[in-house]
């Protein structure tokens, strides 16, 4: 099988090879070559040990050289050349004590964790494929490479990225992999929550970011986000609902586009049902405050993952509005738009569209028109360039302050309900009236 390499990796393989050594692109490059896609990087691997890379090459950057990595750089861009090594045993599950440094591109590949990641490619030799990682490709099935325990305990990452090649790929679980995750799934807690967060994000950019529902059947879930794994089996007893609480968040999570944002807000917008659910004298369940107590869920989860600021804030403010029922008309449309701005405003009407496609399908089709109506509404507010913000207003704190009040919370107040009289009549919104209208307030008129 021939793959197409780069100019810059071919040349970099040469250069090794003219040195004496053997050299290959391996890794997840050459799984991405094999199924059609572009690889993001070429990770290059050789017998050349790190001083002789070092020797070969005019720019180099010490990126792992304990673990026998070097980073050459070509035309500003990094590769990273690394030396065929047998790892050592794991104490911290992510990093070896110590490594071998082997002459076999087999015994480096023996190292690696799943066999579609196991295989190496150089123009002379063609594809090396030790494992049968090509015909799993072909199989569609993500596969550990020797035993799946020992691969699990070196580095129980390995668990979160075999869902994660599950859902970017469309793959399944081999067995033996699959009964290898359940047995050690609490090893996750070893691992840091920047790279949690990290392979979490890459399943709900994925095509199938609903599998949350089978790291909730492998046992991961429950130790990386316990609220949401006891969501699954949480019935919903009412007419609106057709799943349990769990089902229902991943058929909302499947429903929303490719947005991380809008895809956490999916994936924890109902994280606090399990803890507000009664039960009426009907037997119909009902989930009283849940935006709330799931606002407060997600709050709590997204911080200990260490998600940044600023999505954090925009995920909490979907997930606190997201059962909110907008009425299609416009001085409400202006409110909900002022406080989530006009992205965040479109991306609540996906989020609750989502939610809806999510429920029983009988009342989906009604839900839909008013939420269809409300678009249209903002749409049009945001073409006209309609006011609807305290920062559209003609005038300002600075004028208020001119016109006789005192610096404090009352310059902040009145233009608020400036603003609001602006929501109802966009024509309010001249200086001769706001400034009436403020000296109105002022006397509490």
Not at 336 to 360: C, I, V
């Amino acid at each position: 099988m021939r793959l197409v390499l780069p100019e810059t990796v071919k040349r970099i393989l040469s250069r090794l090879q003219q040195g004496g050594f053997f050299a290959y692109v391996s890794g997840g490059a050459v799984r991405d070559m094999i199924m059609g896609r572009t690889p993001h990087d070429y990770d290059i691997s050789t017998n050349a040990k790190p001083e002789e890379i070092k020797k070969l090459f005019k720019h180099t950057v010490d990126t792992g050289i304990k673990h026998g990595t070097v980073t050459v750089i070509i035309n500003r861009r990094g590769y990273e050349i690394t030396t065929f090594r047998r790892d050592g045993r794991y104490s911290d599950g992510r990093h070896p004590e110590s490594v071998q440094f082997v002459n076999s591109v087999r015994d480096d590949c023996l190292r690696r964790d799943f066999t579609i990641n196991a295989m190496s490619y150089n123009d002379e030799e063609g594809l090396l494929d030790f494992f049968c990682g090509r015909r799993d490709i072909n199989r569609g099935i993500v596969r550990c490479v020797g035993n799946a325990e020992q691969r699990f305990k070196e580095d129980a990452l390995r668990m979160l990225r075999a869902v994660r090649f599950c859902a970017v790929f469309g793959f399944e679980l081999e067995e033996q992999t699959r009964a290898a995750i359940r047995k050690c799934a609490v090893l996750i807690k070893r691992v840091s929550s920047e790279r949690i967060v990290e392979e979490l994000n890459k399943i709900l950019l994925s095509d199938r970011p609903d599998s949350f529902r089978l790291m909730h059947e492998l046992g991961l879930l429950a130790h990386i986000i316990p609220q949401l794994d006891n969501c699954f089996g949480e019935a919903q007893n009412n007419r609106f609902h057709i799943y349990d609480v769990g089902e229902h968040i991943m058929h909302t999570v499947a429903n929303t586009p490719q947005d991380l944002v809008l895809r956490w807000a999916a994936l924890l917008h109902d994280v606090g049902k399990p803890c507000v659910s009664s039960v009426d004298s009907d037997g119909i369940i009902h989930f009283y405050g849940h935006h709330r107590e799931s606002k407060r869920i997600a709050n709590d989860v997204l911080h200990r993952l260490r998600l940044d600021n600023a999505s954090l804030k925009d995920i909490l403010t979907l997930i606190e509005n997201h059962d909110v029922r907008i009425d299609p008309s416009p001085p409400a449309v202006k409110r909900m738009m002022s406080k989530t701005g006009p992205a965040l405003f479109e991306k609540l009407l996906r989020l609750q569209t989502a939610d809806n496609g999510a429920k029983n399908p009988v009342y989906f089709e009604e839900k839909k028109r008013r939420i269809d109506a409300v678009r249209e509404i903002f749409e049009t507010v945001i073409s006209a360039n309609e006011p609807y913000r305290v920062s559209d207003l003609v005038i300002n704190g600075r004028d208020l302050l001119k016109a006789g009040y005192r610096p404090g919370r009352a310059v902040g107040d009145t233009l608020k309900a400036l603003a609001d009289e602006v929501i109802i009549d966009p024509t309010c919104n001249e200086r001769r009236y706001l400034l009436k209208r403020a000296a109105e307030l002022k006397r509490g008129k």
